[in-house]
């Protein structure tokens, strides 16, 4: 019997090499090559992400920021002035940058709100944040019902807000609860005990369980919410994060030098606060759920809750408007869709 060598072809595409290796695996399809087909695709168009940081002065939201992405993403530190007043009204302002990690990039938006909490009467304070989010939503949604729309609409939506509670130890004042009650049914809030260095440890466990017993008592739903977990290993993980809720950080952008090793942290008299030790704050499980473990999930609870909620109720607004112009009423026409 004659034998017959056929040579293979010389290949340079990652998806070739993919096709030689699975020749000798007769059952192989390749479904499995999406994966890596969306990999490459997401690394091409980068990716967005939209933070909100709120809290009255002096609770150090500029520093968590600068902290969590380690380079000076804050508003304060891009656009520092020598003295910087209060502003007697809340000011929306925001600052994007564009990072990449190991190849990864990703656009930054950090939204600020300074005048939040630093007035004597501040009733209704959150009406110009509440307004942003919406105004922002309202952005996307014209994009989108655009004839010619653009093969990639813009992303401004808020994807999450970390709402800074002062460290008092006691309990939520009545402008938090008002504040996240509100905020909590238009965007994902992530609340955080801010300088909590300045609590014992004691003090500490007992704030945080003071506050979810006030969250849960107001109805108050932060992320993650138990509404949307996907299933039982997400309820799982999910739940772990609740309990931990809301998480007792320690921002610092100061570098030291402690047994040989560089780390982030605050120094005192009685010694050097690690930022990134699970044993002095919680700052690393907070940076884990925004970047490492949630990030994404964060941004499709926006698209598919948030958004839709107020896409769905602007379109239902456009079309009784139309009724009305055209002078049907509104129950003829709930009939005749029905």
Known sequence: AQCFEFPLPCYSSPISFSFI????????????AILEQMRRKAMKQGFELNIMVVGQSGLGKSTLMNTLFKSKVSRKSVLATSQEKIPKTIEIKSISH???EKGVRMKLTVIDTPGFGDQIN????????????NDQYEAYLQEEININRKKRIPDSRVHCCIYFIPP??????????????????????????????TLTLEERDFFKKKIREELRSNGIDVYPQKEFDEDAEDRMINEKIREMIPFAVVGSDQEYQVNGRRLLGRKTKWGTIEVENIAHCEFAYLRDLL???????????TSSIHYEMYRVRRLNES????????????HHLSAHEM
């Open 21 to 32: 290796n699975h020749l000798v695996d007769f059952s192989y399809v390749g479904i499995d």
């Open 98 to 100: 564009d990072i990449e």
């Open 291 to 301: 970047i490492r473990t949630h990030m994404q999930n964060i941004k499709d609870i």
């Open 168 to 197: 008092t130890g006691h309990c939520l004042r009545p402008l938090d609860v008002e504040f996240m009650k509100r905020l909590s049914k238009v965007v994902n809030i992530v609340p955080v005990i801010a300088k909590a260095d």
């Open 319 to 330: 079309n009784t408007a139309v009724t009305q112009a055209n002078g049907i009423p509104e």
């Open 122 to 133: 501040n009733e209704n304070c959150w009406q110009p944040i509440m307004k942003f989010i």
